[in-house]
């Protein structure tokens, strides 16, 4: 059978509405009869050069007048008796405002200082989702109390999916938090006294200095090189400070996404060993790297915390993450969660379960990183001749800024051209008075490619113009 194409420029509107008036009006005019099956999403979107997502919001408004039905792992057909015409019953109408989810974002500014995972057909991931999760019975259940430490079916799932990452841990040994920055914040609170010293890298994400600030906690600045933290300058900061706790991400580096060697790793674990250091282990990225090094928690488990989240491998709006660590420690980081927030809410998690059990979260880390590595490749493309760091797995890059920008002054002018980037400002855990010249550039925000394609442009036309002169005040 020839694939049903719709002329959309026959049609008012947006895409997605033009798609969804095609289909009605190929509905009264027989053209597809009750029972025809709809061309694949990604297929339509390929042959009208539109994204997913427009397709699936076209197929979904024309669901909602009535004219189709999706059915799981079959596709999307028109209903028996559909003709196109909308129901006089005001109980079932459905208005645009009501029909659609915005997508938070400010006008006219290309996102690109948020490493936030998207895809285009996330629409059909989730409707699906749910709609499966809609049949199971006890549903109120979700909406109630869980454990504190987390619903059991929920730690052994998170306990398999951590598995991918070469940490094989009990459930037991697991607690479910809403997402790495409140795991963080239970570590740090259960682990320190207020005004403790905590070792960190000498860049280290933002959310890091948020949980010191709130316990509060001193941050020191542990020297890095190509592979991440030194060996040399941890003892050296072990034995100044008196520290017992190091902050480390060794897996895809936030924001230089620097990996560090299966050597370094265990430097790092001999330093931890004889300084008595208990080592946070951030591996929030680790699940995109298809051959990673061997986790911390892997080598050194006695004294190893390790963090990671759905946030970066499936979708950080889940807000789902967990602590795996010794069982020694479970009580006390329980009684911390269970002081900020009582427990995290069930619904989430069951998803992402439900996303681990069926498959789903595979399929979306293998489809991530096949979107990273093509992001990253644009990205070495456009700043070609500059000095990039940067990983195919990685969902950000760091840019070297030629002289005479300044991190700050090149952030506050890629805004005023519509493109939103972090300073490296953001990652500095002191105050040192001249901070590198680099800047971190996200490369997943925006589920169009050619949307952060686009960023990136206007970026290396700023790079290459130089900083604006600055006139003298009369």
Request: net charge neutral; aromatic share 4%.
């Amino acid at each position: 059978m020839t694939m049903w194409i719709p002329k959309l420029d026959l049609f008012p509107g947006p895409r997605y509405q033009a798609l969804a008036a095609a289909i009605e009006a190929a509905v009264q005019a027989g053209e597809l009869p009750p029972g025809a099956k709809l061309p694949p999403q990604r297929n339509l979107a390929w042959k009208l050069g539109v994204t997913v997502g427009t397709v699936s919001r076209g197929y979904m408004l024309a669901e909602q007048k009535g004219l189709l039905s999706g059915e799981v792992g079959r596709g999307t057909f028109v209903k028996t008796g559909a003709n196109g015409s909308f129901s006089n019953d005001s109980s079932h109408a459905i208005s645009l405002d009501e029909a659609e989810i915005p997508r938070l974002a400010t006008p006219g500014v290309i996102e690109l200082s948020r490493n936030e995972p998207t895809l285009p057909d996330y629409d059909d991931i989730l409707r699906r989702s749910l709609q499966k999760l809609s049949q199971r019975r006890g549903l109120q259940n979700l909406l109630g109390y869980s454990q504190t430490l987390g619903d059991p079916a929920h730690r052994a799932a998170a306990a398999q999916w951590i598995a991918r990452t070469g940490l094989e841990v009990a459930p037991e040994q697991i607690i479910a938090t809403a997402g790495a920055q409140q795991a963080l914040a239970v570590v740090i609170t259960a682990m320190t006294m207020p005004n403790e010293t905590m070792l960190v890298e000498s860049l280290t994400y933002g959310g890091v200095h948020e949980n010191a600030q709130q316990r509060p906690v001193r941050l020191e600045a542990v020297a890095m090189d190509d592979e991440g933290m030194r060996p040399d300058s941890l003892a050296e900061a072990a034995r100044r400070t008196g520290s017992r706790l190091v902050l480390i991400q060794p897996t895809i580096h936030n924001p230089t996404t620097v990996m560090m060697s299966e050597e370094r790793r265990a430097e790092i674990v001999a330093v931890a060993r004889k300084h008595d250091l208990t080592i946070i282990e951030d591996d929030v990225y680790g699940f995109l790297v298809r051959e990673r090094p061997t986790p911390l928690a892997v080598l050194a488990p006695e004294r190893t915390i390790n963090i990671t989240s759905a946030s970066k491998c499936m979708a950080p709006g889940l807000r789902v993450g967990w602590i795996a660590a010794p069982l020694a420690l479970i009580e006390r980081f329980a009684d911390a969660l269970h002081a900020m927030a009582v427990n995290n809410p069930r619904l989430n998690q069951e998803i992402v379960r439900q996303w681990i059990e069926d498959g789903t979260a595979a399929s979306l880390v293998e489809r991530l990183r096949e979107e990273s590595a093509i992001r990253n490749a644009i990205a070495t493309e456009t700043f070609e001749g500059l000095t990039l760091k940067s990983h195919p797995a990685s969902l950000h890059c760091y840019l070297e800024l030629p002289s005479p920008w300044r991190p700050n002054e090149f952030t506050n002018q890629a805004l005023g051209q519509g493109v939103r980037i972090a300073s490296c400002t953001s990652f500095v855990p002191d105050n040192r008075p001249n901070p590198p010249p680099w800047v971190r550039v996200s490369l997943a925000p925006s589920p169009d490619r050619a949307e952060v394609a686009e960023g990136l442009r206007r970026l290396r036309v700023l790079l290459e113009r130089g900083p604006e002169a600055r006139r003298a005040v009369v």
